[in-house]
């Protein structure tokens, strides 16, 4: 079944900062930078941020299955965009030292604390996802977009895909934040009620799918060379179609 629906979150004490809508550069800026949650709080210094992409056990679990994957298809450049805190990121760059990554964030205060924490990285940009033409790098370039499913609607991700395969992005690796199941549909109903109840407006956090319609959405510009999970969570390597 084909069916996406909009994620709504209640973020508590720090709605206000964040606002009605999570999908703007600015929002995300409020929310990494000037939020009190630490879960979601970009840190100020660099040795909280190491111990933090160092604590991360999933992320590092992650890191090492996408590492694996890009070594056995001798990937020379990783592209990664929206890499928020980049703990990923890091990551990979320990266990891949020999190659080259370049971050990509698109939320202007994130992106210069990040320049100031992510000393490894080979690269840090500014980068929108929407933008009409993706950078061009070698030719073993992987495009790497990790648990960014939910900040764009469908109709913005085929037009993404059109504009990656335009801009001949061959390899695309996209690793999914989670899929619709009965369970986050009822989730996502409670929450919704137990709101109203109490007169609370969660904050516009972006979209659910299913896996059908995730799939659905890179057509017909790429077809599936590998799928398989990467940290508990589903990843698709992607190939070009020309």
């Known amino acids: 079944m084909k069916l996406t629906i909009p994620h709504r979150y209640d973020f508590g004490q720090n709605a206000e900062v964040v606002g009605d809508n999570l999908l703007s550069s600015a929002a995300w800026d409020r929310l990494r930078l000037d939020a009190a949650d630490p879960s979601f709080v970009l840190a100020t210094d660099r040795a909280t941020w190491l111990q933090r992409c160092k604590q991360s056990v999933d ?3 992650r890191a090492k299955e996408i590492g694996e994957i ?3 298809k001798k990937f020379c450049t990783i592209f990664s965009v929206g890499v928020g805190c980049a703990c990923l990121e890091y990551q990979l760059k320990v266990q891949l030292p020999h190659v080259r990554l370049i971050c990509a964030e698109f939320s202007p205060r994130v992106l210069q604390r990040l320049s100031a924490l992510f000393l490894k990285a080979d690269q840090i940009i500014f980068f929108d996802m929407t933008s009409p033409q993706w950078p061009k790098f070698d030719d073993k370039t992987l495009y790497l977009l990790n ?3 939910t900040d764009l609607s469908d109709s913005q991700w085929k037009q993404v895909f059109a504009n990656m395969a335009r801009s001949k992005a061959d390899h695309v690796m996209v690793v999914a934040t989670g899929f619709i199941t009965f369970k986050t549909l009822a989730w996502e109903t409670l929450q919704h ?3 109203f109840w109490r007169h609370r407006s969660a904050t516009l956090a972006g979209y659910l799918r299913t896996k ?3 799939k659905s959405l890179w ?3 790429y077809k599936i060379e590998m799928e398989q999970p990467v940290g508990g969570l589903a990843s698709f390597l992607l190939r070009r179609i020309e």
């Open 70 to 72: 890009i070594t056995a």
């Open 212 to 214: 059908e319609m995730f």
């Open 59 to 61: 992320t590092t679990i």
């Open 219 to 221: 057509l017909p510009h």
């Open 193 to 195: 009620c137990r709101n």
């Open 147 to 149: 648990r960014v499913d």
